[in-house]
């Protein structure tokens, strides 16, 4: 029978897929701000110049949708997903931590199912060799193709999350499965701010 990884390996591990999808979540940015600039200039064009770049809107849309499947990731290791915690915050902390490793399956079943019918809408666009209905006509599995990248990328990366968070589980580090998967608190959510700010003063005064 195969033994777990250690947790030393699962840390390491972690840090290399933050370190990629911290890459992602800037790759993600730029996308949206390039769909910004896009925009901005077909509307000035149209506006100043009489004429259009043409399909601004339609790459636009494929930019959310691939920008936004690249960034769950990050997001996810951030811990910055929405969580109701009104009666979380009065729970006892191993049962706190718990309920952090059931929301953190729940979330992997989720994405897991998205991510399958993302696969099949893909294989269909392939098979078919299907074409957007746009003066652009573009092949439909590219931006499908991408935005499914960006799932699966965050599959893999709650696969990891979960296989330390329950290893840590099991082991009664709950300091681990909160760090993973809890909720964040008012005063990590400020320190976190002040160490922003002061890293941007050292910036200016650099």
């Known amino acids: 029978m195969t033994s777990p990884p250690p947790p030393n390996a699962l840390a390491a591990l972690m ?7 911290r890459a992602a979540v800037w ?7 390039a769909s910004v600039l896009l925009i901005s200039f077909d509307v ?5 110049l009489g004429f259009t770049t043409g399909g601004a809107d339609e790459l636009s849309s494929y930019a959310f949708a691939i920008s936004t ?4 990731a990050f997001a996810t290791l951030q811990r910055a997903n929405v969580r109701v915690d009104v009666l979380y915050q009065y729970f006892p902390v191993r049962l706190a931590a718990v309920f952090d490793w059931v929301s953190l399956v729940a979330l992997g079943v989720f994405m897991a199912m998205l991510t399958y019918y993302a696969y099949d809408v893909v294989g269909a666009s392939l098979a078919q060799s299907s074409r957007a ?15 499914f990248a960006g799932l699966f990328f ?17 082991t009664g580090d709950i300091a681990t499965v909160k760090a993973i998967a809890g909720v964040r608190s008012t005063q990590e959510e400020a320190e976190e701010e002040a ?6 003063v050292k910036g200016e005064t650099a």
Not at 15 to 21: C, D, G, I, P, Y
Not at 136 to 144: G, V
């Open 15 to 21: 840090r290399h897929a933050e370190t990629l999808s």
């Open 195 to 200: 160490a922003a700010g002061e890293r941007m």
């Open 154 to 170: 965050m599959c893999v990366i709650l696969a990891l999350m979960l296989l330390r968070a329950s290893i840590a589980l099991v």
């Open 44 to 48: 000035l064009a149209r506006k100043f």
């Open 69 to 72: 499947s690249w960034s769950l």
């Open 27 to 33: 790759c993600a940015g730029a996308l949206t701000i």
């Open 133 to 147: 209905n746009t003066p652009l006509a573009t092949p439909l599995a590219i931006p499908q193709g991408l935005w």
